[in-house]
């Protein structure tokens, strides 16, 4: 519901042309129902999108997948998605699996995208679709708000990404 929500908000913004998204966990979860339900009218357009540790079973960017046919279309249209990702992510290692368990069985899955990265079965892989590996990076180190080296590397991947330090303020 979170996503039908987004998308609302987003269609009563004024002169709204273009969206850039940054999302965490269960957020690149929204984010991606969001863009779904985004691809749906012409404005705004989706600009590029930025997903952290994103809580997401893989298959579901993969054929046959919940996502897959929206990869499809963010390749074709040459926009850019990355995918922050590390295998040290306790949260995604030890939870994630019996969470999508208790989910039910279309959501049953032991790979999450933060943790393993795309896979060549997802469209746009190592082309508009690419992970970037954050070593080191447990599960709140995403944001930069710690001095760590995976928390530095996080914020300047996605900061540099979605080109912050060219944004007109």
Known sequence: ??????????????????????????????????????????????GRVVLMAPAVPSEMLEPGGKFFDLLMQLWAEGIEVRVLHSLDDKVLHW?????????GKAEASERALGRYGPSVMM???SKTLKGITITGADHGD??????????????????????????RR
């Open 142 to 167: 995403y944001w930069g708000d710690g001095a760590t080296g995976p928390s530095l590397q996080s914020t300047t991947e996605a900061g540099n990404f979605l080109r912050l330090g060219d944004a």
């Open 1 to 46: 519901d979170a996503a039908k929500d987004l998308d609302a908000l987003l269609a009563k913004l004024p002169n709204l042309e273009r969206v850039d998204f940054i999302a965490h966990s269960l957020g690149a979860r929204v984010v991606l129902e969001t863009l779904v339900l985004l691809r749906k009218r012409s404005l705004p357009k989706i």
């Open 123 to 125: 469209p746009g892989w």
């Open 95 to 103: 939870a994630f699996p019996p969470g999508q368990s208790l989910a």
